[in-house]
Each structure stands twice: as structure tokens, then as C-alpha cells.
């Protein structure tokens, strides 16, 4: 059973720097890509960003500029680091796995930002 233990969430004020980290109990090839969702309070949980097994990136609009998803392929973690936060960024962040055949989601780490 794969499991994706996500950390690094905690609280900051806008304009600042968090980086989160997301673990996965086995090699993150045999993934067809990782990625990052969120969820506020009261909205649909939205893609953050994605990472292929190439290396390929997407972001949404919203943070595009600000936030840079990468991974670590010898350590089996994916990574999403945000810089310029803004309250409208505060939301639960939920790493997320595309295993091919079947998905696989963290636990979700919370991420608020203080105006």
C-alpha cells in the first residue's frame, strides 16, 4: 500500500516563504506523475501543481511565479515551495500520487497565511 506523508504546513504572514514536503513509502517512478491540491474551507479542492515522471511541470495560474514544484527521486519526495504567500492561499494542501491504475493521496498538511 502506497502511503505519501506530506509536512512543512504551519502558519505564516503574507509575503512569506513555506516548503512542503511530500514522502512516499515507495519509488516515486512508478508514479506517472506527483502533485500538489488544495482545499479551503467551503471550496472544490483544486491542482496546485503537477510533476511528471519527466520532470514536467504545470501550475495553476494563480500561482504561477510564486510556487515551484520539484522532486527528489533518491529520497522519494516531492517538494513545493511557495514564496510570496497570500491569505487567499491558506487552505489544507494535499500531496497526490497518480499511480496509473490507482490514486493515492496524504493526509494533507494546513497552510494559513496571516494578512
Known amino acids: 500500500q502506497v502511503q505519501l506523508v506530506e509536512s512543512g504546513g504551519g502558519l505564516v504572514q503574507a509575503g512569506g516563504s513555506l516548503k512542503l514536503s511530500c514522502a512516499a513509502s515507495g519509488s516515486i517512478f512508478s508514479f506517472n506523475a506527483m502533485g500538489w491540491y488544495r482545499q479551503a474551507p467551503g471550496k472544490q479542492r483544486e491542482s496546485v501543481a503537477t510533476?511528471?515522471?519527466?520532470?514536467?511541470?504545470h501550475y495553476a495560474d494563480s500561482v504561477k511565479g510564486r510556487f515551484t514544484i520539484s522532486r527528489d527521486n533518491a529520497k522519494n519526495t516531492v517538494y513545493l515551495q511557495m514564496n510570496s504567500l497570500k491569505p487567499e492561499d491558506t487552505a489544507v494542501y494535499y500531496c497526490f500520487a497518480d499511480g496509473y491504475i490507482d490514486d493515492y493521496w496524504g493526509q494533507g498538511t494546513q497552510v494559513t497565511v496571516s494578512s
Open positions: 510533476i511528471s515522471n519527466s520532470g514536467r511541470t
